[in-house]
């Protein structure tokens, strides 16, 4: 099925590429779903780290993605199913995560590997939500198994998957204690629901922590381990540019400690999709009942991609940079 208004096989959209380590747009032919597809007219979608790091030919897209294509997530409104496709329909409005491609007007996803914008929430903004969300949830649930009464610490609170976590912990009925920059941003982390703010020489103070999800520095990882509770669990999901941070083992065994990483992008579609439901299941209903809320720093127009990753590339942001095609 096609909506009336779905562009014509081969005409040209807007997309965001990279090449030569810097970013502009283009115009690249619209793509056309496969069977199991659906073909989305995107309407909002964020920026993250590894479209940055990608920009800069740091980190290359899995195999079947244009690695000069950005983007990672989107929110849009179906305009065309594939023709095996019966659980989504023209007209309705989805969001996902995806290897890349998400910065322009249009993209091709499987249909399995969506999730509904729920009602009331504005397509605009809802490009900022997947990447977070599904980052944090497979971070804290899957991998670590955060749980009620838990003592999470969340480095990068201010950041868009920082964000996620404060408040899914918040949700689950964990202590959040968020490392920020100074205590001048202590307002922000607080209205996400977290009961404590530290800077980055006082995580050691108030630990120890049960859960600690790292987003900013494989340089954290020793003071992560010094104040890892017994039996306390660490997930790595971002590293910076200290990939190679050097531990104390012993240190790790005599707390009875885990220390796990994970990433998504690289991950099958069917893993993707499994997520997708996981989310849809367990968390999409706190974004519908305004209990989880997308964190908005700026949008930006398409047009202006090259100055929405400049400012990305800029510290002291709060929340998601959100590129939009209206």
């Known amino acids: ?12 959209m807007r997309a965001l590429i990279a090449k030569n380590g810097s970013v502009r747009v283009a115009e690249v032919p619209t793509p056309q779903p496969d069977p199991h597809e659906v073909l989305v007219r995107v309407r909002s979608a964020g920026i993250n780290a590894a479209d940055l790091l990608q920009a800069r030919g740091h980190y290359p897209p899995p195999a079947g993605f244009d690695p000069e294509r950005l983007g990672l ?9 594939g023709s095996t496709v019966t659980t989504r329909q023209p007209g309705q409005l989805v969001m996902g995560i995806t290897g890349g491609g998400a910065h322009a007007d249009f993209l091709t996803i499987p249909a399995s ?39 999470l610490l969340v480095h990068g609170a201010l950041g868009g998957v920082g964000n996620a976590a404060v408040q899914i912990g918040a949700l689950l009925g964990a202590h959040v204690t968020a490392v920020v920059r ?19 020489d006082e995580i050691v103070d108030f630990g120890p922590y049960d859960v600690i999800i790292e987003l900013v520095s494989g340089e954290n990882l020793p003071t992560n381990l010094e104040s890892l509770a017994l039996g306390g669990r660490i997930v790595m999901i ?37 997520l997708a439901a996981d989310v849809e299941h367990h968390l999409l209903g ?16 398409l047009a202006e991609g090259e100055t929405a990753y400049e400012r990305f590339r800029q510290p002291g942001k709060f929340g998601k940079l959100i590129l939009t095609t209206d």
Do not use: N
Request: include cysteine; hydrophobic fraction near 40%; glycine fraction near 8%.
């Open 113 to 151: 590997a969506c999730i509904p914008v729920p009602d009331g929430i504005d397509p605009k903004i809802a490009g900022g939500y997947p990447e977070a969300a599904f980052t944090a949830f497979d971070a804290l649930i899957r991998q670590v198994h955060l749980s009620i009464g838990d003592r």
């Open 73 to 81: 997530e989107f929110a849009g409104e179906v305009v065309e199913v």
């Open 238 to 274: 971002g590293v910076g540019s200290s990939a190679k941070p050097e531990i104390d083992l012993r240190l790790l065994m005599s707390k009875r400690g885990t220390l796990r990483a994970s990433t998504l992008r690289a991950r099958s579609w069917e893993q993707k999709s499994l």
């Open 1 to 12: 099925m096609i909506a009336d208004d779905a562009p014509t096989e081969g005409e040209a």
């Open 286 to 301: 706190h974004l519908a009942t305004g209990a989880y809320r997308i964190i908005v720093e700026h949008q930006f127009d």
């Open 182 to 200: 100074s205590h001048e941003s202590d307002a922000q982390v607080f209205s996400l629901g977290c009961h404590t703010s530290v800077t980055p």
